[in-house]
């Protein structure tokens, strides 16, 4: 059996190797990008990047899907942050990793299932908007407050938008220039002239751009030094040189704090929200898939609390099964975790030898490639689309972008989804019955599975049942009925006689319970 699998691998190493590759050199700058975004250091983006390749994937049941730091946690990790400290965040994760492992193992690989399309737009929906709001003071260099500009959360005295006029007070000139051309260079790698070359789209857009950053510093520091970006404005990854350093740079979490109760809220939500998404990407991923293979659900589960809780440990960021890097290696051609794997490796390596070219790394190069992440998380498309598609999911979409916006993501999560259950309820509620007249016979026809939430609509409908008349009630539909249906249906036929109504029912002995129900005669 080892031996068949590893054939299987082996069998696909000229697809996969050039794909981790090109994960590798998405992954560099998101996972950098996504760190500083989350008011983290940037090793800690790194460190996740890692295990999530080297770790998770060995773990995983899916063949394509490539873990990390991911942008739709960065609002949590920030909050985390900023409130409880970086040490009770990483502990927070490693608790996190734990309750993922645990709901591996209850088989609760399918709450995906239960969150309504819409408020999961809704929410990436907001994500996007904020990572927008959030990078655009590092897209123009913003220095008037250096620690405020790494934080994803500005203090309580400003507001979103006074920190943005801040911002655009106190640009750098550099640093609109490297991120205006690095967001117009990623812009133009999406289009079919550039990936109608084949040598030219094996370079992501994204490392283009960074690639372009970096070369501009250099020339502007040499040539042109009113217009270079201030060492604050660049990556600033501790010096490393070979495994030994690279292994005191790890950060540990801080286990005093076991007793703090806000600590265990931020783990429920990380776990919750990260295994969410995790699900969503997975769904995705499968659908991607040449082979058409279908993730093990649980197992994915069980493969990201192992990696959550390794990265808790030593100082990473929380990790989930990312689908922009995910599409990267189908793209490039990969065929199994074969791929994510070597990107792992690829990262450990240029952390632990290359960290002082990381460091040359403009913030302002990584928050362009995180403003069009947010974009493409919040394209005005998508509004339309989910307008298009009526109120009843557009109300939800609409709700948990705005509750997010004013509160937080899990408060803005928990407003959309009572939201969306309330249209879900709704909708219910009035598709359960037909009542059909001809003349003084009608038909009360049971549409579905019918439970007490629909009572007071199958009491208008029997009240609607004139007198001298004949009623059928057809059950043939529902393959339920609430004991509140049963006896509501029994009430009325004891009551019929009294208004010379003839009741027959029709599909309705074999289903429970019946308590005694009988056709009237």
């Not at 790698?189 to 070359?197: R, S």
Request: charged share 15%; glycine share 8%; net charge neutral.
């Amino acid at each position: 059996m080892f031996r068949r699998h590893l054939d299987y691998y082996f069998r696909y190493l000229d697809h996969d190797i050039p794909a981790g590759v090109v994960v590798f050199l998405v992954a560099v700058p998101l996972c950098l990008g996504i760190a500083v975004a989350s008011g983290a250091p940037p090793f800690s983006g790194v460190i996740s990047g890692i295990i999530g390749g080297l770790v998770v994937s060995v773990l995983s049941g899916s063949q394509l899907s490539v873990s990390g730091p991911a942008a739709g946690l960065t609002v949590i990790v920030a909050t985390a942050v900023e409130k409880l400290g970086f040490d009770a965040m990483l502990l927070a994760v490693a608790l996190s990793g734990l309750l993922q492992l645990g709901m591996g193992f209850l088989r609760a690989g399918v709450i995906g299932a239960f969150f309504p399309s819409a408020v999961i737009k809704g929410m990436l929906a907001a994500i996007g908007l904020i990572l927008i709001m959030k990078q655009l003071p590092h897209a123009v260099g913003y220095d008037a407050d250096a620690e405020a500009d790494l934080s994803f959360l500005e203090d309580d005295s400003h507001t979103h938008l006074s920190f943005l006029f801040d911002a655009f007070r106190s640009f750098s000139t550099g640093a609109v220039i490297v991120s205006v051309v690095s967001l117009a260079i990623m812009l133009l790698w999406d289009t079919p002239y550039i990936k109608k070359h084949r040598y030219l789209s094996l370079a992501p857009g994204a490392l283009v751009g960074v690639l372009f950053g970096v070369a501009y510093n250099f020339v502007a520091q040499t040539l042109f030094p009113s217009l270079a970006i201030a060492p604050q404005h660049l990556v600033n990854l501790p010096a490393i040189f070979g495994p030994i350093d690279f292994a005191r740079e790890f950060s540990f979490p801080d286990l005093t704090r076991l007793i703090d109760v806000q600590i265990y809220v931020t783990a429920a939500t990380l776990a919750l929200v990260g295994s969410l998404e995790t699900l969503l990407s997975l769904e995705a991923v499968d659908k991607l898939d040449p082979l058409k293979r279908i993730a093990p659900t649980n197992q994915e589960l069980k493969a990201q609390g192992v990696g959550n809780f390794l990265s808790g440990m030593l100082g990473g960021l929380p990790i989930t099964a990312v689908i922009v890097r995910s599409s990267a290696s189908i793209d490039a051609g990969a065929h199994t975790k074969v791929a994510s794997f070597v990107h792992g490796v690829l990262l450990l390596l240029s952390v632990m030898f290359l960290a002082s070219l990381l460091n040359m790394i403009p913030l302002a190069c990584l928050a362009a490639i995180l403003l069009l992440t947010g974009y493409k998380l919040a394209k005005p498309k998508l509004f339309v689309q989910q307008y298009e598609k009526g109120f009843n999911q557009f109300a939800p979409f609409a709700v948990t972008v705005g509750a997010i916006l004013l509160t937080d993501l899990l408060k803005g999560m928990a407003i959309g989804m009572a939201v969306g259950l309330f249209f879900v309820l709704r909708a219910n509620y009035h598709s359960a019955f037909t009542l059909t007249r001809d003349g003084r016979n009608y038909l009360l026809r049971l549409q579905k599975d019918v439970s007490f939430l629909n009572k007071a609509q199958l009491r208008n409908f029997l009240e609607n049942v004139e007198g001298d008349s004949y009623l059928v009630i057809d059950g043939t539909r529902a393959g339920f009925i609430d004991q509140d249906i049963m006896e509501t249906i029994q009430d009325f036929i004891k009551a019929a006689s009294d208004y010379n109504i003839r009741v027959e029912l029709k599909e309705m002995r074999g289903l429970e319970p019946v308590n005694g129900l009988v056709p009237a005669e």
